[in-house]
């Protein structure tokens, strides 16, 4: 798969731009994922410059890009599902290694579904007990200033 073809890949399915000028972390990550899989699993092994420029960045960018692909490997379990999907949609469009044969493109797909799906459930409860702590906050807060007022 070319570079332009993974980056194509990657708006479609996430639904974003990732040239977009945006400092957004999903924006952030989707390009992480897009200089990974651009300098190093692209058909036409291009330079990071020319990385840099289908997302209208520098080679400095790109470069800074790929540590930071290297902590959110470490440190986010979605985005390293998210990304081991797309670099095996990558290779299975390759042909490259062994393991991707077992995959066909439609089992990929469906397995990113299920991850953007998971991906929207951790969000909304992640959401809901931040809501639910703000609450409790308040409610703490309401109470400790009547305390204060009765001493």
């Given at each position: 798969?070319?570079?332009?073809?993974?980056?194509?890949?990657?708006d479609?399915?996430?639904?974003?731009?990732?040239?977009?000028?945006?400092?957004?972390?999903?924006?952030?990550?989707?390009?992480?994922?897009?200089?990974?899989?651009?300098?190093?699993?692209?058909?036409?092994?291009?330079?990071?410059?020319?990385?840099?420029?289908?997302?209208?960045?520098?080679h400095?960018?790109?470069?800074?890009?790929?540590?930071?692909?290297?902590?959110?490997?470490l440190?986010?379990?979605?985005?390293?599902?998210?990304?081991n999907?797309?670099?095996?949609?990558?290779?299975?469009?390759?042909?490259t290694?062994?393991?991707?044969?077992?995959?066909?493109?439609?089992?990929?797909?469906?397995?990113?579904?299920?991850?953007?799906?998971?991906?929207?459930?951790?969000?909304?409860?992640?959401?809901?007990?931040?809501?639910?702590?703000?609450?409790?906050?308040?409610?703490?807060?309401?109470l400790?200033?009547?305390?204060?007022?009765?001493?």
């Amino acid at each position: 798969m070319k570079a332009i073809e993974i980056k194509d890949l990657l708006d479609k399915t996430l639904n974003l731009k990732i040239e977009t000028k945006s400092r957004l972390l999903d924006f952030i990550k989707a390009r992480c994922m897009f200089y990974k899989l651009a300098y190093y699993y692209s058909e036409d092994k291009i330079s990071l410059y020319n990385v840099g420029l289908l997302v209208k960045r520098d080679h400095a960018t790109v470069l800074h890009g790929l540590r930071q692909h290297d902590s959110f490997m470490l440190t986010d379990k979605s985005y390293k599902n998210l990304f081991n999907t797309f670099k095996a949609i990558v290779l299975a469009e390759k042909h490259t290694i062994e393991t991707s044969k077992k995959y066909t493109k439609k089992s990929l797909i469906e397995q990113l579904e299920i991850n953007r799906r998971l991906r929207k459930n951790y969000c909304s409860k992640y959401r809901y007990w931040k809501d639910k702590y703000i609450d409790l906050k308040k409610e703490h807060d309401k109470l400790l200033n009547i305390h204060l007022e009765v001493a």
